[in-house]
């Protein structure tokens, strides 16, 4: 897929191929220049900042323009004050950003790689998801959003390359977002920013510079908890997230060529997810495969594959695949056996339809 | 010969050329030389130890022949990631040798040293080998993690060397933990936490202090102050950038890092005092030429007149290299000759490295969990065990 949109000049059957939607709601401005994903992330940021005086960026090395050039040129515009460098402290980052936002602030803290976000983990769980509950309203951390790159990159090693969105998915209170490409991420960068919950926004390293694609300019939003069903089938459904969706679809037109028709689902919003796309789905193809790059077991494939058995029991035609990354750490020179490669989704399809 | 001897027991580099180890024009090779160091210590709450280091020719010599091996290590490293033979991260400790060293000359292989991601002249300072290095940094069986840490994880057991750690700060509070151990075996070792000035921030650091201040424990806190964390400068980050006091209740010592023998004085004397006492923290003022790893080219938040300068009055290579010149120990050309050798080693543990093989596809299960926890992964149609995960 990003290497499809690297392609200029497809403008038009970019849109159709890759954006249809069955939520209207969804649809975004089409007018927009050909930008990569840290570039729309970028804007989203001078948005939110412009719209909303009492926002904050902050996270390390942000205000020279982060390690991924997220928030260039931020500072200059909005002053130190807003946008500022925090000391390497993960858990004092967001503990930080929890009392800003319980102020009625809107703090967006970078974690600067999903690796490092352990530290913060006890703040995330127990401190901003449940604050608004334990407060009986009272208090609430709404304001809260925390961006992280996450994923798979080619040479990451043990700890550049973790994906812990499953950890976060299990905490009510809080919302996992997980956008696919640059046009999805701005929509929804500004939704998360504006959402009175606590986010967590794990962005697809990988795709930072790879995927290009076509951003209007102006403020939009995405909605949060509405999956899209970015392509249509019949004989399959796929769910994919982040950068995992690209491989999907190579897979979906590798497996067109051997007849079988794919429907695929980004699924966008991890939590509180969307299960009713995803249900009528499965009731129209019978079979499901979720593809995730965290390892196989206790990822959040496990929670929408048991969700969808309850739902579809009857109407299931062949068992729920996960192709996943192995249960083993996060691999320094076999990465290319551990993640969840088009061949092993391919074969994941055949056994699947042909079950 | 009994300077030979006297060597090996001093320095573990492999390979010793017996030529430099002639008798010496002026000084006997077993007689001692006081040296002084760059600068005094500076105490906080401690007095600090004195100014003049005691050493010996082949003591000085060793420390610049090891240094030398580690500088050229890395700069090899640099050159092997460049031609991407080396991938993911590499964070290379060239400026910082003399650390490595001086802490060497102060302990034995049974006291405990672990640090974080900068860990490769530590890891040849305790023993490692030139091949199991580059080994293990181009990602082969014959590295010391066996090909499955790569640069920011090298590990060896047999000397007391407990790695090589990604995450920032997490290795302070089980270098507390090693101390705690080492305190019940009773057998008069320390153990060597080594972090970093951004490390310095983080809490668990603080947790673990405390610990260690309560119950006693023979953990020396190093700070290797570089003055940058990534590229942040130390007064960016730290309200005090004096790390050395952060310790509040627990003593602690401001040392030259660039200068060997003020690390080998101040390690001995940390060691004596943790054994006694309890922690200690030990704040050595470094610096780094190459940038925080290879993606970071350490020029956009240091100038490069900072960068020659340090290199020009501090360096801790060319330190001894004067030392040794002007006590006569050895000529010009001498030296040339080790550095003209200590090339040759490298290049040939690069070569040999090279030839190694990547590690087995099956090692990606193994040492998951000891065997025997099987994890059954099944094929989509639930009847046919596709594999058994060790």
């Known amino acids: 897929?990003?290497?499809?949109?690297?392609?200029?000049?497809?403008?038009?059957?970019?849109?159709?191929?890759?954006?249809?939607?069955?939520?209207?709601?969804?649809?975004?401005?089409?007018?927009?220049?050909?930008?990569?994903?840290?570039?729309?992330?970028?804007q989203a940021l001078h948005i939110a900042l412009d719209t909303d005086p009492r926002s904050y960026v902050f996270g390390e090395d942000?205000?020279?323009?982060?390690?991924?050039?997220?928030?260039?040129?931020?500072?200059?515009?909005?002053?130190?004050d807003r946008v500022f460098n925090t000391p390497l402290c993960e858990q004092g980052i967001i503990g930080f950003a929890i009392g800003l936002a319980a102020m009625g602030n809107r703090a967006i803290a970078e974690i600067q790689f999903a690796d490092y976000i352990y530290p913060a983990f006890d703040q995330i769980v127990n401190e901003a998801a449940k604050f608004r509950y334990r407060s009986g309203n009272e208090f609430n951390c709404g304001g809260l959003t925390v961006r992280s790159p996450y994923g798979a990159v080619g040479h990451g090693g043990h700890y550049h390359s973790q994906s812990p969105e499953s950890f976060f998915c299990h905490?009510?209170?809080?919302?996992?977002?997980?956008?696919?490409?640059?046009?999805?991420?701005?929509?929804?960068?500004?939704?998360?920013?504006?959402?009175?919950?606590?986010?967590?926004?794990?962005?697809?390293?990988?795709?930072?510079?790879?995927?290009?694609?076509?951003?209007?300019?102006?403020?939009?939003?995405?909605?949060?908890?509405?999956?899209?069903?970015?392509?249509?089938?019949?004989?399959?459904?796929?769910?994919?997230?982040?950068?995992?969706?690209?491989?999907?679809?190579?897979?979906?037109?590798?497996?067109?060529?051997?007849?079988?028709?794919?429907?695929?689902?980004?699924?966008?919003?991890?939590?509180?997810?969307?299960?009713?796309?995803?249900?009528?789905?499965?009731?129209?193809?019978?079979?499901?495969?979720?593809?995730?790059?965290?390892p196989v077991t206790g990822g959040f494939g496990a929670e929408i594959s048991a969700s969808i058995?309850?739902?579809?029991?009857?109407?299931?035609?062949?068992?729920?695949?996960?192709?996943?990354?192995?249960?083993?750490?996060?691999?320094?020179?076999?990465?290319?056996?551990?993640?969840?490669?088009?061949?092993?989704?391919?074969?994941?399809?055949?056994?699947?339809?042909?079950? | 010969m009994a300077a030979s001897a006297v060597v090996r027991r001093l320095s573990s580099a492999p390979l010793r050329d017996h030529r430099l180890l002639r008798p010496f024009s002026s000084t006997g090779s077993e007689s001692t030389i006081t040296v002084e160091t760059s600068v005094p210590f500076t105490g906080h709450k401690i007095n600090p130890p004195s100014r003049s280091v005691e050493t010996t020719p082949v003591e000085l010599l060793s420390f610049f022949r090891d240094m030398s091996l580690m500088r050229r290590m890395e700069i090899a490293a640099d050159s092997l990631y460049k031609s991407k033979l080396i991938r993911g991260f590499c964070h290379l400790y060239d400026g910082q040798e003399s650390i490595a060293i001086g802490l060497e000359a102060a302990i034995t292989k049974k006291d405990a040293i672990i640090t974080a991601y900068r860990d490769h002249c530590i890891c040849l300072g305790r023993g490692g080998t030139l091949v199991e290095s580059f080994a293990e940094l181009m990602g082969r069986r014959a590295g010391c993690s066996k090909g499955k840490g790569g640069s920011m994880h090298f590990y060896k057991k047999e000397s007391g060397f407990f790695g090589g750690h990604g995450i920032v700060g997490a290795q302070v509070p089980l270098g507390c933990g090693l101390a705690f151990a080492q305190k019940y075996l009773k057998e008069g070792t320390v153990s060597f936490a080594l972090y970093g000035?951004?490390?310095?921030?983080?809490?668990?650091?603080?947790?673990?202090?405390?610990?260690?201040?309560?119950?006693?424990?023979?953990?020396?806190?190093?700070?290797?102050?570089?003055?940058?964390?990534?590229?942040?400068?130390?007064?960016?980050?730290?309200?005090?950038?004096?790390?050395?006091?952060?310790?509040?209740?627990?003593?602690?010592?401001?040392?030259?890092?660039?200068?060997?023998?003020?690390?080998?004085?101040?390690?001995?004397?940390?060691?004596?005092?943790?054994?006694?006492?309890?922690?200690?923290?030990?704040?050595?003022?470094?610096?780094?030429?190459?940038?925080?790893?290879?993606?970071?080219?350490?020029?956009?938040?240091?100038?490069?007149?900072?960068?020659?300068?340090?290199?020009?009055?501090?360096?801790?290579?060319?330190?001894?290299?004067?030392?040794?010149?002007?006590?006569?120990?050895?000529?010009?050309?001498?030296?040339?000759?080790?550095?003209?050798?200590?090339?040759?080693?490298?290049?040939?543990?690069?070569?040999?490295?090279?030839?190694?093989?990547?590690?087995?596809?099956?090692?990606?299960?193994?040492?998951?969990?000891v065997k025997g926890f099987g994890v059954e992964s099944f094929g989509a149609d639930r009847k046919e065990v596709k594999a058994i995960l060790p």
Not at chain 2, 343 to 364: H, W, Y
């Open chain 1, 309 to 355: 058995v309850e739902r579809c029991f009857l109407r299931l035609e062949a068992p729920i695949a996960r192709v996943c990354g192995l249960d083993t750490p996060f691999p320094l020179v076999y990465e290319q056996f551990y993640l969840p490669t088009m061949n092993k989704i391919l074969d994941a399809i055949k056994a699947t339809v042909k079950y």
């Open chain 1, 171 to 294: 905490v009510p209170g809080l919302k996992v977002v997980i956008p696919r490409s640059p046009r999805q991420a701005k929509g929804l960068l500004l939704s998360c920013i504006r959402d009175p919950n606590p986010v967590i926004f794990f962005e697809p390293k990988l795709l930072y510079r790879l995927s290009v694609e076509e951003v209007p300019e102006d403020d939009y939003m995405l909605p949060l908890s509405e999956a899209e069903v970015i392509r249509q089938g019949s004989d399959i459904t796929l769910i994919g997230w982040g950068a995992q969706l690209s491989i999907l679809e190579q897979a979906c037109d590798a497996a067109a060529k051997e007849g079988i028709s794919c429907e695929l689902i980004d699924l966008k919003t991890l939590i509180p997810w969307d299960k009713e796309t995803v249900e009528s789905s499965v009731r129209k193809t019978g079979k499901l495969l979720i593809s995730h790059e965290a």
């Open chain 1, 1 to 42: 897929m990003a290497m499809a949109l690297r392609a200029l000049g497809r403008r038009i059957s970019h849109s159709d191929r890759f954006f249809s939607s069955l939520s209207e709601a969804a649809k975004p401005p089409s007018d927009g220049k050909l930008i990569n994903l840290f570039t729309a992330i970028n």
């Open chain 1, 62 to 80: 942000v205000r020279f323009g982060g390690v991924f050039r997220c928030t260039t040129g931020l500072t200059d515009k909005f002053g130190r």
């Open chain 2, 197 to 369: 000035d951004g490390a310095a921030n983080q809490g668990q650091l603080f947790e673990a202090l405390n610990i260690s201040a309560l119950w006693d424990l023979p953990a020396i806190l190093v700070c290797e102050n570089n003055h940058y964390g990534m590229g942040t400068a130390e007064w960016r980050s730290s309200k005090s950038p004096a790390y050395y006091k952060r310790g509040d209740y627990v003593p602690g010592l401001k040392v030259d890092g660039m200068d060997v023998l003020a690390v080998k004085q101040a390690s001995k004397f940390a060691k004596e005092y943790a054994l006694k006492n309890g922690p200690i923290i030990l704040e050595m003022d470094t610096y780094r030429y190459h940038g925080h790893s290879m993606s970071d080219p350490g020029s956009t938040y240091r100038t490069r007149d900072e960068i020659s300068g340090v290199r020009q009055e501090r360096d801790p290579i060319e330190r001894i290299r004067k030392l040794l010149l002007s006590h006569e120990i050895a000529t010009v050309s001498d030296l040339k000759d080790i550095e003209k050798e200590v090339r040759r080693e490298v290049e040939e543990a690069i070569a040999q490295a090279k030839e190694n093989l990547m590690p087995d596809p099956s090692e990606l299960f193994t040492n998951v969990y």
